[in-house]
């Protein structure tokens, strides 16, 4: 299977801007990559008819030219193109384990890894303010996510995932990744909400971390995303 690192310089740059940004203009792009817009438009025109990206025209303006703007995006399997690990967590597994023992077990078993992953990484985490785990956090998705990014936004910080390296396996099976949220909220010892995931069709998961509602995390309980409530 082709990967974008084994395509030429200007599409793996264009295809990896589309992945950071979710969309961008022509314009916008050749800013980005310092190429013409003649030359972004032709390298377009082939990602199209690869299959890996898609048009779209938007409703309003561009500021530039007063026409309607032409935004370009990844198309599914033109996100394949970037690495996911897809033998890590296995639909077949979990189905099994749902199938021979009941969906509780399937439950406490997503639990257990996710337990032991935290317990794995809390002691680096010990006694550092929220803004350095978080900065920890994000170097530590960096090896499987190099489009990884953090943000603060009023005081609070946004972890941004745009390549989620389960990504055929949790769409398929949500609750694979449904602990995930759980698992931040204990290591960044705050309250974690996602405000966008991949499965709702946004392209990305965005996990946001309320600075000012710590939590306990010697009594935090592992929680599927479903079972928790906002504010919890």
Known sequence: MITVDQLPASRRAILTALKRQRSATIAHLA???QLTG???RQQLLQLQREGWIVAK???GPDRRTGRPATSYSLTEAGDHLFPKHYDILNVALIDAISAELGPDAARRVLRHV???KVAANEPALRDLPLSERVVAMRDWYLE???YMDVEEVDGDFRLIERNCPFYNT???RPALC????SALTRLLGVRVQREEKFQNGDGRCVFRAYADEPIESANWEFR???EMRTGD
């Open 170 to 172: 949790a769409m398929r």
């Open 57 to 59: 025209v938007s409703r």
């Open 114 to 116: 996710a337990e032991e």
């Open 144 to 146: 499987s996510d190099p």
């Open 178 to 181: 449904s602990v995930s949220v």
């Open 224 to 226: 599927l995303e479903s």
């Open 31 to 33: 800013d980005e990559l």
């Open 38 to 40: 003649e030359a972004i």
